[in-house]
Nanobody, 126 residues
Framework: DVQLQASGGGSVQAGGSLRLSCTTSGFTFDDYAMGWFRQTPGKEREKLTCISSRGAMPYYADSVKGRFAISRDNTKSSAYLQMNDLKPDDTAVYYC???????????????????WGHGTLVTVSS
C-alpha cells in the first residue's frame, strides 16, 4: 500500500519557522515527484510546492515563494518542507503528496495521479 505521513507541525508565532517531514512507503520513491498542499475548513486545497523525482524544477505558489523550501532525500524516501517567516494565513493542515509525473515534465503542469496520506496541523498565531 502507498503510504505517506506528514509530521512536524505545531504552533508557532508569526515570523517563526517549522520544518515538516514526509515519510513514505509502498512505492518507488525515486519515480515520483513530491509536493505539499494545505487545506483549511471551507477553502479549496492549495497546492504549495512540488519538486521532480530527480530533485529538480521546483515549483512554488506565489503565497509561499521566498518563504518555503521543498527538498527530498531519495535515500530515505522522504521529503521535507522548510517554512520560514510564517504568517497567520499559513494556518492549515499540511499534506505531502506523491505525483506520478515523468521527471522531464514540470510537476505543477498537467493532470497526474497523486497520492497523499495524513496531514499535520500548523497553527500560526499573531
Amino acid at each position: 500500500d502507498v503510504q505517506l505521513q506528514a509530521s512536524g507541525g505545531g504552533s508557532v508565532q508569526a515570523g517563526g519557522s517549522l520544518r515538516l517531514s514526509c515519510t513514505t512507503s509502498g512505492f518507488t520513491f525515486d519515480d515520483y515527484a513530491m509536493g505539499w498542499f494545505r487545506q483549511t475548513p471551507g477553502k479549496e486545497r492549495e497546492k504549495l510546492t512540488c519538486i521532480s523525482s530527480r530533485g529538480a524544477m521546483p515549483y512554488y505558489a506565489d503565497s509561499v515563494k521566498g518563504r518555503f523550501a521543498i527538498s527530498r532525500d531519495n535515500t530515505k524516501s522522504s521529503a521535507y518542507l522548510q517554512m520560514n517567516d510564517l504568517k497567520p494565513d499559513d494556518t492549515a493542515v499540511y499534506y505531502c503528496m506523491a505525483i506520478e509525473v515523468p521527471h522531464t515534465t514540470p510537476c505543477n503542469e498537467g493532470e497526474w495521479r497523486e497520492y497523499w496520506g495524513h496531514g499535520t496541523l500548523v497553527t500560526v498565531s499573531s
